[in-house]
């Protein structure tokens, strides 16, 4: 099946550095990734939608300056988080769309990355 | 808007007994139903999918899920569980107007003990 790929796995930073998350789709071409924030025994709250060559559209209470998202290629977007702070601390999972033709049309499906954790001191 | 309640935090079972975690849903559009299990410090697994046609649909793995639309409702469920299937199951409606945009449930712990 199709892979998606995060680097770092984790990461631990001072308050008010910035922090950059990569998301790569392994082996197939994606427009559109999403960005999810988890707490602990929470579930995944949609961030934000990053669509490859334009700008990503970010959920209602998400700021876009804090959490800057830029899909560069069709496989890769990266998330940074700017100015983090403890509040920041979380796991952060990413996700690719996949098209593949399926009885004379196309099948989408979402494919998950292993997830960043991250940790600002 | 859309939303996705699963009705029980935590659900323990023991080894070989059969088990139900609860999903509804609400939303004003037709949505794409899915089951994902997160195993301990690990990312989101497909479990199962609805997207259309028969109402039951099947994992590799012995989970089976059904579309009751009426009661707005995708309940998964296997007989016998495993050791092995303790985990975080998360129910997941998308859309069908939103370009895959998923909107997650709470999330059901199952726990599976001896």
């Known amino acids: 099946g199709a892979v998606v790929s995060q680097h770092p796995s984790w990461v631990i930073c001072k308050s008010g550095t910035s922090v950059k998350i990569e998301c790569r789709s392994l082996d197939f071409q994606a427009t559109t990734m999403f960005w999810y924030r988890q707490f602990p025994k929470q579930s995944l709250m949609l961030m934000a939608t990053s669509n490859e060559g334009s700008k990503a559209t970010y959920e209602q209470g998400v700021e876009k300056d804090k959490f800057l998202i830029n899909h560069a290629s069709l496989t890769l977007s990266t998330l940074t988080v700017t100015s983090a702070h403890p509040e920041d601390s979380s796991f952060y999972i990413c996700s690719a769309l996949s098209y593949k033709p399926n009885r004379g049309g196309l099948r989408e499906t979402q494919y998950f990355g292993p997830g960043t954790r991250l940790l600002v001191l | 808007a859309q939303s996705v309640t699963q009705l029980d935090s935590q659900v323990p079972v023991f080894e070989e007994a059969p088990v139900e975690l609860r999903c509804n849903y609400s939303s004003s559009v037709s949505v794409y139903l899915f089951w994902y299990v997160q195993y301990p410090n690990q990312g989101l697994q497909l479990l199962l999918k609805?997207?259309?046609?028969?109402?039951l649909v099947e994992s590799i793995n012995g989970f089976e899920a059904e579309f009751n639309k009426s009661q707005t409702s995708f309940h998964l469920r296997k007989p016998s569980v495993h050791i092995s299937d303790t985990a975080e199951y998360f129910c997941?409606?998308?859309?069908?107007?939103?370009?895959?945009?998923?909107?997650f449930g709470q999330g059901t712990e199952l726990s599976v003990k001896p």
């Open positions: 609805y997207l259309s046609g028969s109402t």
């Open positions: 997941a409606a998308s859309p069908m107007n939103q370009g895959g945009k998923l909107i």
